[in-house]
Every structure is written in C-alpha cells, then in structure tokens.
T-cell receptor
C-alpha cells in the first residue's frame, strides 16, 4: 500500500522567513506530486504540482522533487501570516487516485 | 466560472440509514473523484468517475458506491451508515482522467449518530 509521510507539526516560522515543508513517499513508480493548502474548515486548494526531478518555482513557492530519495519538499519564501494552514503532500500517477499525507500544520508568527 | 458544488453542506444521519451526496463539477470537467477526510486517516480516495463509468475505487467497503450522469454530475451513496462513516466527503473535479490537479468542492460534513 502506497504511503506518503509528513511531519504533522506544528511548524512555527517567523513572518518573512522561509518555511520548509517535507514529505517522503513509498512508491518508486509515482509520476506526479502535488502540494495542497488547506485552511481550517475549508477544502484543499492546489498550490503546486511537480513531475520532474529538480526545482519548480511559482511566485513565493518552490517545489523540489528528488525521485532517487523519494522526497518532495515545498519552500515558502517571505512567509506571511496568511500562509498559516495545513499543507498536504500527495502523489499520483498510477490510476488509483491521489495518495495524501496527513499534512503539516504551519504557523507563521507575526 | 463556477467552482465545484457539493450538496448538502451538512448532514446528520442515524446508524443504519443511508445517505446520498451530490457533486456538480466545474463546467467542462469530465472527471469526478471522491475523497473521505477524517482527523485520524486524513484524505482517502473513494472512487473516480469519467464518462459515466467508475474507473477505479479505493479501499472502502461495498457500502460506498457512486455514479456519474451524462452531464458529469456525480452522486455518492453510503448505505447502512456506521459511526465511523462520520467524515468530510470531498468531491474533486478535473478535466480528464489522470490529471490530478484537482479543484475540490467545499465538501459535505456527514455526522452519524
């Protein structure tokens, strides 16, 4: 059974600093990886997808993928209080939906 | 453009009853997936529908079923409800299959008492 592991946190980061979120996955055949953000009481919102080894940048967000180490990360630069949320890592690509980690609770301290 | 619409937002049911949840995907999206979210297990895949056909199903008992209509709207049904079925049920819409950049609906919060 596929697994995605994340540290549940909470991860506390000062405003303006870089927040670093990590996850590992078990299935070497996984092709695609996603980061979703979920505010309390809301549904998940896609913020980044990554399919190839290396870095992918989108505004203040950078996703990093290392397939050899089965490791995915999300960096949030210039963290803002509005970034406080639970961040869900997910993997997919084998035609059985997405496998989600249980999420990391991020707190940005003003 | 309208997002993914799920109804109802909240439901309270008694053990043994059955329930039907509805999802209208984003216009033009033909794939609808359903997920269950609980504090203990997180988000878990239930099933995916495309062109009125169930393409795959997660590791849930047969009490969980669904269907998709020709307009891509989808329903999921849970029969013989158990206390452990209390969860947030999320519908996810995507253009086609194997595209996991989902847009989620707001969810249906089901409480079984």
């Amino acid at each position: 059974q596929k697994e995605v592991e994340q540290n549940s946190g909470p991860l506390s980061v000062p405003e303006g600093a870089i927040a670093s979120l990590n996850c590992t996955y078990s299935d070497r055949g996984s092709q695609s990886f996603f980061w979703y953000r979920q505010y309390s009481g809301k549904s998940p919102e896609l913020i980044m997808s990554i399919y190839s080894n290396g870095d992918k940048e989108d505004g203040r967000f950078t996703a990093q993928l290392n397939k050899a180490s089965q490791y995915v990360s999300l960096l949030i630069r210039d963290s803002q209080p509005s970034d406080s949320a639970t961040y869900l890592c997910a993997e997919g690509g084998t035609d059985d939906g997405l496998t989600f980690g249980k999420g990391t609770h991020l707190i940005i301290q003003p | 453009k309208a997002g993914v619409t799920q109804t109802p937002r909240y439901l309270i049911k008694t053990r043994g009853q059955q329930v039907t949840l509805s999802c209208s995907p984003i216009s033009g999206h033909r794939s609808v997936s359903w997920y269950q979210q609980t504090p203990g297990q997180g988000l878990q895949f239930l099933f995916e529908y495309f062109s009125e056909t169930q393409r795959n199903k997660g590791n849930f008992p047969g009490r969980f079923s669904g269907r998709q209509f020709s307009n891509s709207r989808s329903e999921m049904n849970v029969s013989t409800l158990e206390l452990g079925d209390s969860a947030l049920y999320l519908c996810a819409s995507s253009l086609t299959v194997l595209t996991y950049g989902y847009t989620f609906g707001s969810g249906t919060r089901l409480t079984v008492v």
